[in-house]
């Protein structure tokens, strides 16, 4: 079975280092998605990207954050200056659709543990 | 702004009893719902879903109910084994534009063999 995959699984950074975390979506799949979960708390929605474009975003998405799809089968995050609150979980996500019917299943990457040290 | 409110935080069950964990949800837009199973140091795994057009749905010993009026959803696992224990999360989705999900803030659930 397909699988959503994510490198690296972890990641130590100094603070204010820019780091990029990347995805690899399931081929046919069409929405991608980043969120975060710090240690032992919920799981919050970072963006969701479409047709090379931000669908939507969070608060937490600032400036500091961007997604890029830079071919045609990676997907990533760049934070551009780490802060030590940024140490967390990182998903990446996708979901197929098309033009007649729309999918919300989303399968989950295994994550990228973010360190900021 | 939008929020999902998951009830209780912690569970804890004898083997074989049944599990209830309840969310809320704020945003009306809110189209489906799914509920995910997530175990330590692990990525979030489906383990059902509801959309708003239905009610109810049941897939083996988990079920999960709908009430779009109070904005109510809950996940009914019955005859608990000790491996269901794990950390359950609900979440909310706005169908439109870019499905922005929302999470509850998570049940730890532990079935006592």
């Known amino acids: 079975e397909p699988e959503v995959t994510q490198t690296p699984s972890h990641q130590v950074t100094q603070m204010g280092q820019e780091v990029i975390l990347r995805c690899v979506p399931i081929?046919?799949?069409?929405?991608f998605y980043w969120y975060r979960q710090i240690l032992g708390q919920k799981v919050e929605f970072l963006v969701s990207?479409?047709?090379?474009?931000?669908?939507?975003k969070s608060e937490i998405f600032d400036d500091q954050f961007s997604v890029e799809r830079p071919d045609g089968s990676n997907f990533t995050l760049k934070i551009r200056s780490t802060k030590l609150e940024d140490s967390a979980m990182y998903f990446c996500?996708?979901?197929?659709?098309?033009?007649?019917?729309?999918?919300?299943?989303?399968?989950f990457g295994p994550g990228t543990r973010l360190t900021v040290t | 702004g939008e929020n999902v409110e998951q009830h209780p935080s912690t569970l804890s069950v004898q083997e074989g009893d049944s599990a209830v964990i309840k969310c809320t949800y704020s945003?009306?837009?809110?189209?489906?719902f799914p509920w995910y199973k997530q175990e330590l140091g692990k990525r979030p795994q489906l383990i059902i879903d509801?959309?708003?057009?239905?009610g109810e749905k049941k897939d083996q010993r988990i079920a999960v109910t709908l009430n779009k009026t109070a904005k109510h959803f809950s996940l009914h696992i019955t005859e608990t084994q000790p491996e269901d224990s794990a950390v359950y999360f609900c979440?909310?989705?706005?169908?439109?534009?870019?499905?922005?999900?929302?999470f509850g803030a998570g049940t730890r659930l532990f079935v006592k063999a």
């Open positions: 945003d009306s837009a809110s189209n489906y």
């Open positions: 509801i959309r708003s057009n239905v």
């Open positions: 081929s046919n799949h069409l929405y």
């Open positions: 979440a909310a989705v706005k169908g439109t534009g870019g499905f922005k999900t929302i």
């Open positions: 990207f479409y047709n090379n474009e931000i669908s939507e």
């Open positions: 996500a996708s979901t197929q659709t098309n033009t007649f019917s729309v999918y919300y299943e989303q399968y």
